[in-house]
């Protein structure tokens, strides 16, 4: 018998080290943890650590550890009752800027973390929580696009006074009829000079009809807005919920995934995500806020407010200059000095209103107040659900008028951040357009319990009885097998730990069918060595020629089940994609262990020893 | 103590025409069961509000239905899951414009008639869900025979490719077939065990294509028949063997592995069975009408060399 290359062992003891490293940390366990970060998601302030000791320490809590992990603040806790009682008083100290979640954090040490070993991403099924589908209303986005062309165009032709004999909507366009083509003409050379976006065409049998509609461009670049804005307030509302590891995602052109870990109440974060938001400009009143905030009494004509971000009170007047449905656009961008600002468009009507007003109030500041309604669910006693409406009211921005303007202005002065921040903003408390819940899958923390608990069992019984099998047909062979299989699942564990793939129900499926499946290497070499056997050669050369023959086929027939499982990834609905994930890389991991594995173990158990017979059978 | 010391030497291929006759039958009884009586989709593909709740003991089923009527779901088909203390609550897709909401006023409903119960799981799938759902994994179906085609065309050669791609055809309809015979629920996760089944039963086929594709070159003195026979004969310990323990871990899997696996594993058992009879009596029996024969397979022959020193 030819000796193995030592390479192949070392590969192999490579692999085992690789995969014990990285399977590891799912052995480890969790600790009860808060976790603290930044609603807006900037980086932990250095003095974040201080806070949280003093604020645990004034509750006669001592955790096990309190550091920044991932770029979050993460408390360990004993125990879960210790957990919720840091989460109420963390929360009350640190106010609303920071997100306090509650989160199991891994023990995984220091160490491996370091090395990016990580234990296995659980998917809802298995640790419960809620995940929605939501879907942007594309038809009304585009609607009230064409809306504002009927609006804004016969209000510019009016302006230039160039008349116009008719106006009708059809579908996406809107259309104005002319009594002559130079009326046609002005307007067409007015209207491209004003709004660059719209798109203008004279059909040739209605010659004196000019179709204007958005230009494509416009029109992706709109539902892209109305999508972002809906994605920007979606999680402003998540990080609100205190939701250790959300997930808020674009997917497709108008759908929006939402999948939070752990929570079971949909009810309130279907009335959370249905709130709606608005904005409104208004004038910075006169008058002295930090006694009106202190004495409670506020002058009239005002109402006293607190800016989101510094806390601070102030006074606005009551008349609204513009309010959310008025504008048009917001976007962040640089002033004519460089310095980042943000851009905003009015309609005319809001536009008329600025203008009149910053012509008498030059130097005065201005605010914007974003005003949220939010459904909030609470239990009684009796333990029935009591729906309250809450409106949160913050000022977002205060800047000095600096000039007289109408349709578009600039605010200045802000740091890139504030700017993109405020124009998200102003985006989410505009024209918010209509988000609807398109699917629902809550699986409550028992059931995925359940589910975990099932799985392994059935994966524990499905091994020991491969293993049973095995051992009993194929004697010591079946035991290399056994091991190989072993090494093949560690590995598969690993990997998965390693990309942060997602373990779903169907994920455990696919590994319990894949240990039946992953076998079938060792049973086409072993039947073959058993046929060798049969027709006469000897022992040694048997077993070459088994591991020799059969390698091959064991290539072919896994392609085929890789390309099932390409195409079941490629179709990617939710837990599928873990089915498909740990069946692909079970056959990769097996098509090595299976031929590679088994071979080196029989190699170091007969290499050097005279056979008569091989102990297959 | 040696299993099987000998091949077996089975003429598989005597009952061949029998068997493309059966198949055959068994197509066209599928095709029909799956039209006429269909499938028993689940709320993936028809949309839905799906609720389960478990009590913290025994409920009657009249009680619950009487909770949800008074709530004005009289519509709601409801049973027990796995035990008489968890309950299955469906409705079918409503048009109403927040069929969102339905899922929380039933449980506000069945909360309010009783304070104990926990909430297990919702699924609420919009119709326009469960439709793309239809089209793409009718398309994920479509990909995986052209690509699995143009392997088997690429490794082997047309004739085994047209006998394979049958062979999985026919393996798909058969559990399909089964699944409408007993109804068992079809959701995306039985989707997936069918698109799993294509490659496994693929493989089964390959492993005998493989041996005959060796014995034809191998063995030049024995006819077509023969050869196909003898290949049958020496796989068919490995597929019985394979089969086995896929049916080992299945049948863990069905009976441990609870309800959102249970679609998935009767799939899988119906489909690995099939799959051991197709190999042989599809799959090869095809390529062997299709008139496979030994230059088929055989490597180009290697163009003389003119002028040779």
């Known amino acids: ?617 | 103590m040696k299993f099987f010391a000998r091949v077996p030497k089975i003429d598989f291929m005597a009952q061949r025409k029998v068997g493309l006759a059966v198949s055959t039958v068994l197509t066209i009884a599928a095709i029909l069961l799956v039209v006429f009586r269909g499938l028993n989709f689940g709320i993936d593909f028809t949309g839905g509000v799906l609720v389960e709740v478990s009590y913290p003991k025994s409920v009657e089923l009249d009680k619950v239905r009487s909770d949800l009527a008074e709530a004005g779901y009289d519509r709601a088909v409801v049973q027990y899951f796995g035990a008489s203390s968890v309950v299955l609550i469906r409705l079918p897709p409503a048009k109403s414009e927040n069929s969102s909401q339905v899922s929380t006023h039933i449980l506000d409903a069945l909360h309010s008639a009783d304070s104990q119960i926990t909430l297990r799981r919702i699924d609420f799938v919009g119709p326009q869900i469960g439709e793309e759902l239809f089209s793409a994994g009718g398309l994920a179906l479509l990909f995986a025979f052209m690509g699995i085609a143009a392997y088997i065309m690429f490794r082997f050669e047309w004739k085994f490719s047209v006998g394979a791609i049958a062979a999985l055809i026919h393996d798909a309809l058969m559990v399909l077939g089964f699944l409408s015979v007993f109804q068992v629920e079809f959701d995306v996760t039985t989707l997936a065990a069918i698109l799993a089944l294509i490659g496994y039963s693929n493989n089964e086929t390959i492993v005998i294509f493989d041996r005959i594709r060796e014995n034809l070159i191998g063995e030049r003195r024995s006819g077509i028949l023969e050869v196909v026979n003898l290949s049958v004969n020496q796989t068919i310990l490995r597929s019985v063997i394979t089969h086995l323990t896929t049916l080992l871990v299945l049948t863990a899997l069905f009976t441990f592995g609870g309800s959102t696996v249970h679609s998935f594993s009767v799939a899988l058992i119906v489909g690995v069975i099939v799959a051991t009879y197709s190999s042989i009596y599809v799959s090869t029996n095809l390529a062997v009408a299709l008139g496979i024969s030994r230059e088929d397979l055989l490597p180009p022959a290697e163009k003389e060399i003119d002028g040779l020193p």
């Open chain 1, 1 to 617: 018998m030819k000796t193995y290359a030592s390479w192949k062992y070392l590969l192999l003891i490579a692999a085992l080290v690789f995969g014990v490293i990285y399977a590891a940390p799912n052995l480890y366990g969790d600790d009860p943890s808060v976790q603290i970060s930044l609603e807006n998601g900037d980086p932990i302030p250095a003095d974040l650590g201080d806070k949280v000791a003093a604020s645990l320490k004034n509750a006669n809590l001592t955790p096990i550890g309190s550091r920044i992990e991932n770029q979050q603040w993460v408390v360990r806790l004993d125990t879960e009752e210790q957990q919720l009682r840091a989460a109420d008083e963390l929360k009350q100290d640190l106010g609303r800027e920071y997100v306090v979640a509650l989160n199991l954090a891994s023990k995984t040490p220091g160490w491996l973390r370091a090395i990016g070993a990580r234990p296995m991403n659980l998917g809802l099924d298995l640790r419960g929580g809620v995940h929605f589908l939501l879907e942007v209303d594309i038809d009304d986005v585009r609607k009230k696009a064409v809306d504002r062309i009927v609006t804004d165009v016969p209000a510019l032709l009016r302006k230039e006074d160039i008349r116009y004999t008719g106006r009708h909507e059809d579908g996406n366009t809107a259309v104005l009829d002319f009594a002559d083509s130079e009326h046609l003409e002005a307007a067409s050379a007015a209207i491209s000079k004003e709004f660059n976006e719209y798109q203008l065409t004279t059909l040739p049998d209605a010659p004196l009809s000019l179709q204007i509609k958005l230009s494509d461009k416009e029109a992706k670049r709109i539902v892209d807005f109305a999508v972002q804005q809906n994605l920007t307030t979606l999680r402003n509302r998540v990080n609100q919920l205190g939701v250790a590891e959300p997930l808020v995602q674009r997917q497709g052109t108008n759908r929006i995934v939402v999948q939070l870990p752990g929570v079971q109440d949909t009810t309130r974060v279907k009335d959370l995500l249905g709130a709606t938001a608005t904005l409104e400009y208004r004038a910075v009143a006169d008058g002295d806020a930090e006694t009106a905030a202190a004495t409670g009494v506020v002058p009239a004509g005002t109402q006293l407010f607190y800016h989101r971000d510094t806390h601070q009170p102030i006074l606005l007047k009551r008349e609204v200059i513009a309010g959310g449905d008025n504008l048009v656009d917001a976007s962040s961008t640089v002033d004519q000095d460089g310095g980042p600002a943000v851009s905003v468009t009015l309609d005319s009507g809001a536009a008329k209103r600025m203008f009149a007003f910053t012509e008498k109030n030059v130097g005065k500041p201005m605010a914007v107040l974003f005003k949220e309604r939010q459904v909030v669910t609470n239990y009684n006693a009796k333990g029935e659900p009591i729906r309250e409406h809450r409106e949160v009211e913050d000022v977002i921005s205060v800047a000095s008028i600096r000039g007289v303007f109408g349709k578009r202005f600039q605010t200045t002065g802000l740091s890139s951040k504030e700017a993109h921040d405020l124009a998200l903003l102003l985006k989410a408390g505009a024209l918010a357009a209509p988000v609807d819940i398109v699917e629902e899958r809550t699986v409550g923390p028992s059931l995925g319990a359940d589910n975990i608990r099932k799985g392994f069992t059935a994966a524990a019984l499905g091994l020991a009885l491969v293993a049973c099998f095995m051992i009993f047909y194929y004697r010591v062979f079946g035991l290399f097998a056994v091991s190989a299989l072993l090494l093949n699942l560690l590995l598969l564990v690993a990997v998965l730990s390693l990309l942060q793939a997602t373990l779903t129900m169907p994920g455990i499926a696919g590994v319990v069918l894949h240990m039946g499946i992953a076998v079938d290497a060792n049973v086409l070499i072993y039947e073959r060595i058993r046929e060798e056997l049969r027709n006469g050669s000897k022992p040694h050369s048997a077993i070459e020629a088994g591991y020799d023959r059969a390698f091959l086929t064991i290539a072919d027939a896994n392609v085929t089940v890789l390309i099932g499982t390409v195409v079941l990834f490629a179709l990617g609905a939710g837990p599928v994609k873990g089915f498909a994930i740990t069946l692909a890389i079970g056959i990769l991991t097996s098509q090595f262990t299976a031929i590679v594995g088994s071979r080196a173990l029989a190699q170091l158990c007969f290499a050097k020893r005279q056979l008569k017979d091989v102990p297959i059978w």
